[in-house]
């Protein structure tokens, strides 16, 4: 069963940081683009960044250029989400989600993923 499972999420202040991570079970990663998404209460759920399938391709949302960088080890079937100088503004339930896009390509609309984990909470706060 192809499951996604998100961990490292929680409180921290603002211009902190923090490391999500997405890891697989029951299926390869490697033939799959990964999307990162947030959720704030009373907001629709919005893209933040994706990569593609090897990784030669990411692309971030503008209000997170230059803080969140997005990685993954195919090795190790997970995808990360690296966030720094976090804003209140960052707060929200982070999903990840894969879906077979061709080598290369990655999209940051969440219609664009059948595959979805429960989600980390984040909250950015002093």
């Known amino acids: 069963q192809l499951q996604l499972v998100e961990s490292g999420g929680g409180l921290v202040q603002p211009g902190g940081s923090l490391r999500l991570s997405c890891a697989a079970s029951g299926f390869t990663l490697d033939r799959y683009a990964i999307g990162w998404f947030r959720q704030a209460p009373g907001k629709e759920r919005e893209g933040v960044s994706c990569?593609?399938?090897?990784?030669?391709?990411?692309v971030s949302t503008n209000s997170v250029k230059g803080r969140f960088t997005i990685s993954r080890d195919n090795a190790k079937n997970t995808v990360y989400l690296q966030m720094n100088s976090l804003k209140p503004e960052d707060t929200g339930v982070y999903y990840c989600?894969?879906?077979?896009?061709?080598?290369?390509?990655?999209?940051?609309?969440?219609?664009?993923?059948?595959?979805w984990g429960q989600g980390t909470q984040v909250t950015v706060s002093s």
């Open positions: 989600a894969a879906d077979l896009w061709p080598s290369g390509l990655c999209v940051t609309s969440p219609s664009g993923y059948d595959y």
């Open positions: 990569i593609s399938s090897r990784g030669g391709t990411t």
